[in-house]
């Protein structure tokens, strides 16, 4: 679906002039061959996309004060150590059901790849015109929403293009037919 909507408004007119490009994360030793099977499934589905750019840094760390600003953000919704484990008996537990609104210090640990691509979307997407990804998923019972709608205002943060977040429902779009 995040590949078909891009698609879809290049076929109008007001979009058609514009170079669809399309960003996945790999590995630097294997660049060339990820971005060769990124294009065969394009191409297996008649997308017509052929600037494929694979960046290796994806899942590299993010500045320090990317990490401050996101955290900065989440302070309001922030729970205390010695509080949760007055509430939870243990500082591993999951979120407490009578606040799941708020966010643990365990919670903030596993947000690095959200502010890291919120970095990358600014470096290469500057002169874009519209920015298509894929919204971030948050598990209901260990994810707090706070923390799941500070990933969505982060991953647009400070962004110029307007920013499409393309969440499906689990429905197979694209289908094709070995013949």
Avoid at 53 to 61: H, N, S, T
């Amino acid at each position: 679906l995040t590949l078909l909507l891009p698609y879809l408004l290049t076929r109008r007119r007001r979009w058609s002039g514009c170079v669809v490009r399309v960003f996945v994360g790999g590995d630097d030793s294997l660049k060339e061959q990820q971005k060769e099977e990124v294009l065969v499934l394009i191409k297996k589905f008649r997308l017509g996309f052929h600037d494929v750019r694979v960046l290796p840094d994806i899942y590299g760390k993010p500045q320090p004060e990317h990490i401050r600003q996101f955290e900065n953000m989440l302070d309001p919704f922030r729970e205390e150590a010695d509080l949760k484990s007055e509430i939870s008996g243990s500082p591993t537990a999951g979120i407490d059901p009578a606040r799941p609104w708020m966010v643990t210090d365990r919670c903030l640990e596993r947000n690095r790849a959200k502010i890291r691509l919120n970095e990358i979307l600014k470096d290469n997407s500057d002169d874009a015109a519209l920015i298509v990804t894929t919204m971030p998923i948050g598990r209901r019972g260990v994810c707090p929403s706070a923390l799941y709608l500070a990933w969505l205002d982060f991953l647009s943060h400070d962004l110029r293009p307007p920013v499409l977040m393309v969440r499906g429902n689990q429905e197979s779009v694209l289908t094709f037919y070995c013949q």
